[in-house]
């Protein structure tokens, strides 16, 4: 999705201006929404999150960016015959910035894989948008292959279900598993937007493979914004009502983020731990992205090499 480039107030507030410029993010209308956004919602809410990436930034950066950077490097090494680079849909290295580089390297051909397993028109389409509206000012247009969702592909679920029994071995079982992800407005899914289809389908997959029955896992929506109704049910309730009932541990994992960020490091193992302590929980184990592990990479390895086939110059 993409980062700030600091931890400061001006730094987030700029990637939040471009963020939620974005019509697939909010679609409202710009007479409307503009002067919402700048005149009240970038002014009280760059500060608190500017100290919110404080509190979980790294030596090199974001943890996204840190991660990303690595995810990228270590594909590359498994993908030695063709280019790869990282662009980040908001903020910096931005996708115009990078296609323009692959340009000027001579690219004729381009496979666009963005970094959301599940689909939603909010974060895979306006990747696209942004590759579309940077190409179309070129005079030589690359041939063009994008992959929309991964959710139910078999490499990423082993990645997943690696990931998880991991974290297992080293903790032991929860007395619950959820699962995360990122909400969305109800009425994008009533526009049709496949999201939660993808998101509960790719849960579904990940339960059968741990051996979970029905009562040892849930799923969930987290992130909501404004006041308008979200995909439910809510992260945060869900983790009260927990809480509230004596439910002593839970672990928490979210398969919509492939690296870790400021949704899973502060607002789940920082915000929501605190609310499902709070309420009467005693431990919430917030469970890694893939990041850049091996069992990532090599999903999307072998994601990438299928979609290259056809093309000369593939992978061998």
Known sequence: LGT????????????????????????????????????????????????????????????????????????????????????????????????????????????????????SASTSATVLDAVNQEISTWRRVPELRFIADYHDDAGWLDAMEARIRAHWDLHGRADKLLFSFHGLPKRFERAGDPYPRQCEAGARLLAQRLGLSGSEWFLSYQSRFGREEWLQPYTDKTLEQWGAAGLGTVDVVCPGFAADCLETLEEIAVENDEVFRHAGGRQLRYISALNEEPGHVAALDALARRHLQGWPHRCR
């Not at 950066?61 to 498994?78: D, I, M, Y």
């Not at 662009?87 to 910035?97: K, Q």
């Not at 340009?103 to 666009?112: D, I, K, N, P």
């Open 4 to 119: 700030p480039d600091a931890a400061t107030r001006p730094a987030v507030k700029r990637y939040l201006a471009q963020f939620l410029h974005d019509h697939r993010v909010v679609d409202l209308t710009r007479w409307l929404w503009c002067p919402i956004l700048h005149f009240i919602i970038l002014p009280l809410r760059s500060g608190k999150v500017a100290k919110k990436y404080a509190s979980i930034w790294m030596e090199g950066g974001s943890p996204l960016l840190v991660h990303s950077q690595r995810l990228a490097k270590a594909l590359q090494h498994s993908l030695p015959d063709v280019p790869v680079r990282l662009a980040m849909r908001y903020g910096n290295p931005s996708i115009p910035s990078v296609l323009r580089q692959l340009e000027a390297e001579g690219m004729t051909r381009l496979l666009v894989l963005p970094l959301y397993p599940q689909y």
